[in-house]
């Protein structure tokens, strides 16, 4: 059963350094989008692709953190620098369009900011 | 603001009985609804959807109600079993729009 991958699977850093994210959607998967889930809270999207095109950043605290899709297929989030209140899980999910196309999840990134 | 609002943090649950997990939402323009199960350490996995044009969705031992007029929804999970163990999130999308998600519902099965 084809599954979204992540990379790494936990991550430790300390603040003001960088650190970066994968994602490898599902194949055939257009829409990609990251998430980011704070202990307690539900997931809250940080940026949605379509294929290699920015849909939604709104969210996307711009001044520390960027996106990428170059090729519209895998996705790397960076964030530079981190800081405290960054540590979370960030979560990928892929989609084979945007609306009402069921995402499926990757396993996330737990990232700890010390 | 919160659009979509999971208001219990957690529910207790006898193995065999009848887990009921509510939802709300304020956007009356969301027109689809999810409900993910998420273990530890992993991602959410999909469980159970509803389209707004009906009232009711059946899986297995799962069930999903919609009350539009209430903008409710909730999840019933008949039986419970401990596997059943887990958070569980309501999302739901505007036409094209991202799932927006409720804060989740740790549901505990206690065998």
């Known amino acids: 059963e084809a599954e979204v991958a992540q990379s790494p699977r936990y991550k430790i850093t300390e603040k003001s350094q960088a650190v970066a994210f994968w994602c490898d959607p599902i194949?055939?998967?257009?829409?990609l989008y990251w998430y980011r889930q704070i202990l307690g809270q539900g997931p809250e999207l940080l940026v949605q692709?379509?294929?290699?095109?920015?849909?939604?950043d709104s969210q996307l605290p711009k001044d520390r953190f960027s996106a990428e899709r170059l090729k519209g297929v895998d996705s790397t989030l960076k964030i530079q620098p981190a800081e405290l209140g960054d540590s979370a899980m960030y979560l990928c999910?892929?989609?084979?369009?945007?609306?009402?196309?069921?995402?499926?999840f990757g396993p996330g990134t737990r990232l700890t900011v010390l | 603001d919160q659009q979509v609002k999971q208001n219990s943090p957690s529910l207790s649950v006898q193995e065999g009985r009848i887990s009921i997990l509510n939802c709300d939402y304020t956007?009356?323009?969301?027109?689809?609804f999810l409900w993910y199960k998420k273990y530890p350490a992993e991602g959410p996995t999909f469980l159970i959807s509803?389209?707004?044009?009906?009232d009711k969705n059946e899986d297995g031992r799962f069930t999903v109600f919609l009350n539009k007029s209430a903008k409710h929804l909730s999840l019933h999970i008949v039986p419970s079993q401990p596997g059943d163990s887990a958070v569980y999130f309501c999302a739901a999308i505007s036409g094209s729009t991202p799932l927006v998600f409720g804060k989740g519902t740790r549901l505990s099965v206690i065998a």
């Open positions: 194949s055939g998967h257009a829409t």
């Open positions: 999910a892929s989609s084979l369009a945007p609306g009402p196309y069921l995402a499926y």
């Open positions: 956007n009356s323009m969301f027109d689809y």
């Open positions: 509803i389209s707004s044009i009906k």
């Open positions: 692709f379509q294929d290699e095109s920015v849909v939604d």
